[in-house]
């Protein structure tokens, strides 16, 4: 209850504040994925993403994993795979309107899930 209560506060303080949103150009696409491992009660790792085109967020998300993982490792790659049909429609609009884009950048946060995706050996 004083959990609700903080944040509750906090969004009546902020109330007045302006969001400010831009973009560069050409347009430089940003997403931030994390996976958090085994943080619910049957053991599932939960998907956060977020995405900027600029200065400020424009999209987040927040899921739980459908599919236990081994790892955390495991659970990041799991994150990535979650959110590439998102991440793909928004490349596949934006290119659709006309827009000049920079590849699309995704930033991780663990070392050994961005050194398997940098070097997957196709089969």
Do not use: C
């Not at 831009?22 to 943080?39: H, M, N, Q």
């Amino acid at each position: 209850m004083k959990k609700l209560a903080r944040v509750t506060k906090y969004l009546d303080s902020t109330r007045d504040l302006t969001l400010r949103l831009s973009a560069k150009t050409p347009l430089v696409i940003k997403w931030w994925i994390d996976g958090s491992f085994a943080v619910h009660p049957n053991m599932r790792s939960h998907t956060g993403s977020t995405m900027s085109m600029g200065k400020g967020s424009i999209w987040s998300n927040s899921i739980k994993q459908k599919l236990n993982t081994r790892s955390s490792t495991e659970a990041e790659l799991v994150a990535v795979d979650d959110m590439m049909p998102q991440i793909l429609w928004t490349k596949y609009f934006l290119n659709e309107q006309g827009l000049d884009m920079a590849p699309i950048r995704i930033l991780q946060d663990n070392k050994s899930a961005m050194l398997l995706e940098e070097n997957i050996i196709q089969l």
